[in-house]
């Protein structure tokens, strides 16, 4: 079995809470290589076939610092053949009309540049008003609300890690 690599940003801690959770989930350490992207390269992100990106939405639709550092150097990666899932952490209430930008944003930039996106996610019974990550009305990955919505991340992390699973055949 291909293991998966999981690379996040995080500055507050949720996006990385998100992240072990999602590790756990999908089979533990064995399965799943966990990476703060602070500590990476983009060129690790061409060492896996199978990838989990997580990236928290800052200020007015902004890539977390540390996805804004290699954002121009993921040009230099080649996408094509990998299978690539998106979660993203943010504020659908207090930044409505740009909740999960960040992970659309890298999402289009990946895609763009080959990769193959799974993990789509229902945007039903969200409450916000635009965002770079909708896709034929779905989001292009999990969208995480702990602002809002904490009694939700577990469940809602349980079922994509599910659906993630399946399309990584793991």
């Known amino acids: 079995m291909a293991k998966v690599g999981l690379f996040y940003g995080s500055t507050t801690g949720k996006t990385a809470d998100a992240a072990e959770q999602m590790q756990a989930a999908l089979g533990g350490d064995t399965v799943v290589d966990l990476h703060d992207i602070s500590d990476k390269s983009a060129a690790n992100l ?69 990769g193959k996106t799974v993990g789509y996610w229902p945007a039903d019974g969200y409450e916000h008003n635009d965002s770079k990550a909708m896709r034929d009305g779905k989001f292009c990955g999990l969208a995480l609300d702990d602002d809002n919505e904490s009694e939700k991340t577990e469940e809602r992390i349980q079922t994509w890690c599910s659906q993630v699973k399946s399309a990584f055949g793991i």
């Open 46 to 114: 061409a060492e896996y076939d199978y990838l989990i990106i997580g990236c928290p939405t800052w200020n007015i639709g902004d890539l977390q610092d540390d996805w804004d550092a290699i954002f121009e150097d993921l040009d230099d990666v080649d996408f094509s053949g990998k299978t690539v899932a998106y979660f993203g952490t943010g504020d659908q209430v207090g930044y409505a009309d740009n909740f999960q930008d960040a992970m659309g944003i890298l999402e289009e930039k990946i895609a763009e540049l080959g």
